[in-house]
């Protein structure tokens, strides 16, 4: 039982270059959440997902897409990505019910130069 | 919307000791539930305690309990004989109720040092 999983863990981009993060769970959870976590700061909410075909944006989501064909995967794209998107970011995930806990893959960092 | 504050950027004590972390929130919401989340330096986020905020009864898990003041919108973190493997940064978390797939919203946080 791996739990969450993100790949990879560490990638430099370049300034206007794309990469998609990759997050996967084995735990049948429907509700999948992706966050950033910047400097001395907590994580904030970047889009989540409660099934598959379902997504909807959090609180920062400019800069960023996803896609939930499944319910195992949630993939995070960036497009045109810029020094403002360096951070750790983390997906999540959570079985649907009233202040359910979420269990947190073990992020990648992102370096934008 | 909600906010979260931690007013402690960094607090240190000697290994054995009880330390306290704060956690004030702020929201209209009258159902909902607070976290305790900690993050050692291998950056996974590892759930420390939860509270629902209709108990009136503090969560008590192992060492680790909280004083929850729902009037004062209050959430402190108590960790009683502190050991090193305690060191870490500390988020308060916050969850509006309802079983809407709503995210987490977390303070700044709080580092945590235990000295030997």
């Known amino acids: 039982n791996a739990g969450v999983t993100q790949t990879p863990k560490f990638r430099i981009l370049k300034i206007g270059q794309s990469m998609t993060l990759q997050c996967t769970q084995d735990m049948n959870h429907n509700y999948m959440y992706w966050y950033r976590q910047d400097p001395g700061m907590g994580l904030k909410l970047i889009y989540y997902?409660?099934?598959?075909?379902?997504?909807d944006k959090g609180e920062v989501p400019n800069g960023y897409n996803v896609s939930r064909s499944t319910t195992e995967d949630f993939p995070l794209r960036l497009e045109l990505a810029a020094p403002s998107q360096t951070s750790v970011y983390f997906c999540a995930t959570e079985l649907a019910g009233e202040g359910e806990t979420q269990y947190f893959g073990p992020g990648t960092r992102l370096l934008v130069l | 919307a909600q906010t979260v504050t931690q007013s402690q950027p960094e607090m240190s004590v000697q290994e054995a000791e009880t330390v306290t972390l704060s956690c004030t929130y702020d929201?209209?919401?009258?159902?909902?539930?607070l976290f305790w989340y900690k993050q050692p330096p291998s950056r996974q986020m590892i759930l420390v305690i939860r509270?629902?905020?209709?108990?009136?009864q503090n969560a008590t898990e192992n060492r680790f309990s909280v004083n929850f003041q729902k009037a004062a919108k209050s959430f402190s973190l108590k960790i009683s004989d502190s050991q090193l493997g305690d060191t870490a940064m500390y988020f308060c978390a916050f969850m509006k109720g309802g079983g809407g797939a709503d995210g987490l919203t977390f303070g700044k946080g709080t580092h945590l040092i235990i000295q030997p």
């Open positions: 929201t209209s919401e009258s159902n909902y539930y």
């Open positions: 509270q629902e905020a209709y108990k009136q």
């Open positions: 997902s409660v099934g598959a075909g379902i997504t």
